[in-house]
């Protein structure tokens, strides 16, 4: 008996790196001849930087800069000082020769950091920040979807997946001026800056993907050095990308992801108006899938021969969009015994957050770091921090057996009020947006071998009669029998596979 073992080509999207390493900060420097000496050290703050990556047959090699700032008070000056140190890193990750990743998410984070004087004009600064990467590639996958022979018995599954259509990776840059006000008529001292991405709307084409976004800057800055006057300027610019996607389609579906490697804001010496540049480069990726069915044999067997089957685990994965939404939550900070006059700036670090799968619903778990800088009843600047975490959920469609997430958050708003000398209620938006992939693992068929030295035996009956139970499948009672499926449904005038309640049926001998 000859038969043919039919193939379906499907690629899937592949995690081929997922790493985080450490990099320690530990440094100690004088500040520059120009810097005020330290009295108190109100805040420290590391901002790490990627301006270069590379990526070779084995190894992702990435290149960037911590800058380390420390916001301090002096007594020869009525305002926040700044102290600024620059240490270079470098670090290198393993990758698989054959697949070494067609698109990267490249992030950094800071773990923790402390710093303390050890005297007027020296600072002692030890910490650590990770660099968190992942890389993804195509995965090509076959399955066995039909076997065509006589006297063959299938039992298929049907499933729907998402195919990668490609993957594409685009890294650009924009460049824009900040106006200040016409009040300014010093440079100014940039104390912090707050600088998010994000995406606003997506659009696939012929082998392309438009990525169209967003990017929200604040800046805390010395605006007179004399009487220590500081003040806050926010600043949005849109931007657009296009990302070369081959095998996208209008009709694709697609998941896009944008970062910031590393920014710069600095004074526009040829400005005739007070004005900043800011310059910011970016890393942005898109994938693009098509939805559609595919049949898996599940089970098979021949009426005639023994027959082995080779199996393996089939995992399939239907890409279910992304679920956004903004969600608030509200904390109270304490200034301890200091009585708190004015509130100057308040921002926030989200440290992590992770995803959860709950029945018809994903939970998230956010950890952020609250920093608010304001005047005590001595007419002096203060610094404090809280650190707080919460939860919050997003409706599902439906449940899902085994599903993962990809998950980003950003803070669209930060609101207070003062209602104690020493309290402060600070209200926090953040606004979530997470991708959802579905697994659906099968245990499938994917080669046969039919042994013809050894014939089934057959039943002397030509008709049996056989009392079968609800629920059972008729596949297995076919294959029990050693007939066919169709034969049994045709016989008993039946029209599912599964049996609703105990029957007694005619099984027909072939």
Known sequence: ?????????????????????????????????????????????????????????????????ANINVLYSSASSATINLGEHSMPFTCSFALNNEKNGEVFSIKTRVLYINCRAVSSRRL??????????????????????????????????????????????????IEENIELPSSITETVTILYTDIIASNTDCKALDGKVVLKGNVSVKLLYVSDSETGELKTTDYSVALSQVINVEGATSESVYETNLEILNYDVFEDAESETPSLVLQVNFLANAVAYKNKETALVADLYSTEYELETVRSKVSLTKFQGNINGVHSNKVVIETNEEVLSKVIDIWNDIISITTQNEENQVLFKIKMNICIIYINNEEKFSYNEKIIEFDCKESLDKSFSKVSFDTQAETTSLAYRIFDENKVEIKIENKIITYIYEHLIYNAVTDITIDKEKPKKKDSAALVVYYADAKENIFDIARKHNTSLEVIKTQNNLQDDILKEDAVLLIPVI
């Open 1 to 65: 008996m000859d038969y043919q073992v039919n193939q379906e080509e499907f690629i899937l999207k592949e995690m081929v790196l997922d790493e985080s390493k450490e990099q320690p900060v530990d440094v100690d420097f004088n500040l520059p001849d120009y810097c005020k000496d330290v009295q108190r050290i109100l805040k420290c703050y590391v901002v790490p930087k990627i301006s270069n990556y590379n990526v070779t047959t084995n190894s992702l090699e990435i290149e960037g800069v």
């Open 124 to 173: 002692d600064i030890h910490g650590a920040f990770c660099i968190d990467v992942r890389a993804f590639a195509k995965k090509q996958c076959e399955i066995v979807y039909d076997v065509e022979g006589d006297n063959i018995e299938q039992k298929k599954v049907i499933s729907k997946m998402s195919d990668v259509e490609g993957m594409g990776t685009s890294q650009f840059s």
